[in-house]
């Protein structure tokens, strides 16, 4: 089968999907006929800020708890390409023995993880629309396995790139808000505290109910008596990486609950009384009017320019003073506000802003 041929199909099975799990289940088992790999990776990502989220497919690799020290690994340790870098690179997707040279162990989650599970390369991607992430892919060559142990080449990692932007704009589509159902928008924020070695220590009723809202998937066992999602656990972790330096973006992510709406999980790191990194506070609540506005402006495809121009649009700006916020003239305003109008299948700004808001 051609590469033009495959990259075809894959993309034409995906196109079936009817949500994001289905969508990476359908690429997946198409992508395997062109790009031998044995096991994989897949995982929905805030287009925001990076952090993973919901829903997140885990094909042949390890036990949950290696799953969250993949991601610790991920975010607090050294490591080639990770994902953060991918996201921003010219090319979204590398395989690790191409980018060091053969030498693999260069990496803190090979040396710590995939070695010992048997694993000979890895091939990741970022799937992303401009500089907005939607997903993340990793697939694994394992020693003896159907890719026989032989890195990954550059053309299946050409492949793996080429796919990036086309899947990520079918995903995007899945990520509109629902406005039925959901949790009580009176309910109080669920709060988590996670001690300085990243364990669970304490959570209240709230968060208990929150978590109980989320969809199945990866978790490890925590003291607390229940097992902790990994998009929970991935935030914390993300937490103690902005406060070590080690990351810029914040610890914040959204996720859908079963019932189709939309919550929001944000952490920060406490100080010690030395100074030092302490616990870490992760809240969770049902995600505000402007991060479901974000989230629909994001589905319709706004660039960066004209999300913001909608934000401000959203609280009552006009168009001068649009214009004097961004140091643009008045007339690129209303051309922009002219394409914000036609994503978003609108005519109006007040039909705009009820769009946003109507969740």
């Keep these: 089968m051609s590469v033009m041929r495959g990259r075809a199909e ?16 359908r ?20 287009p925001e800020t990076g952090l993973i989220t919901a829903p997140m497919l885990v094909q042949d690799l390890g036990s949950r708890e290696d799953c969250a020290a993949y991601w610790a690994s991920e975010l607090l340790e050294e490591n080639v390409v990770p994902f953060r870098d991918l996201a921003r690179a010219d090319v979204p997707a590398a395989g690790l023995r191409a980018a060091t040279r053969d030498l693999p162990a260069r990496s803190a989650r090979f040396r710590r993880l995939l070695e010992r599970q048997g694993v000979d390369d890895e091939l990741r991607a970022v799937l992303r629309i401009g500089d907005r992430p939607w997903a993340v892919v990793s697939l694994f060559r394992m020693h003896g396995g159907r890719g026989g142990g032989a890195a990954f080449v550059p053309a299946e990692t050409a492949l793996l790139a080429e796919l990036s932007g086309p899947l990520a704009t079918l995903l995007r589509g899945f990520a509109r808000p629902s406005t039925t159902g959901g949790p009580d928008g009176s309910q109080a924020p669920g709060l988590v505290l996670f001690d300085p070695a990243g364990e669970p220590t304490s959570i209240n009723e709230e968060a208990r109910r929150f978590l109980a809202l989320l969809p199945a998937g990866p978790s490890v066992p925590s003291p607390l008596g229940l097992r902790l999602p990994i998009w929970v656990v991935a935030t914390a972790l993300q937490a103690r990486a902005v406060a070590t330096g080690r990351e810029r973006d914040g610890a914040k992510m959204r996720i859908r609950t079963v019932d189709g709406r939309w919550l929001t999980c944000h952490a920060s790191c406490l100080s010690g009384p030395d100074g030092r990194p302490g616990p870490v506070a992760l809240v969770i609540e049902q995600a505000p009017a402007a991060d479901l506005a974000v989230l629909i402006a994001e589905a319709d495809g706004l660039t960066p320019r004209e999300l913001e121009i909608t934000r401000l649009v959203a609280r009552g700006l006009a168009t001068a003073e649009i214009a004097a916020a961004l140091s643009i003239s008045p007339h690129t305003v209303r051309d922009h506000l002219k394409t914000i109008f036609a994503k978003a299948d609108v005519s109006s700004r007040g039909e705009l802003v009820a769009r946003l808001f109507a969740s």
């Design 27 to 46: 690429t997946s088992a198409r992508l395997r006929r062109l790009v031998p790999f044995d096991s994989a990776v897949w995982a929905a990502t805030d």
């Design 10 to 25: 894959v993309l034409s099975s995906a196109g079936r999907a009817t949500d994001a799990l289905g969508l990476f289940s």
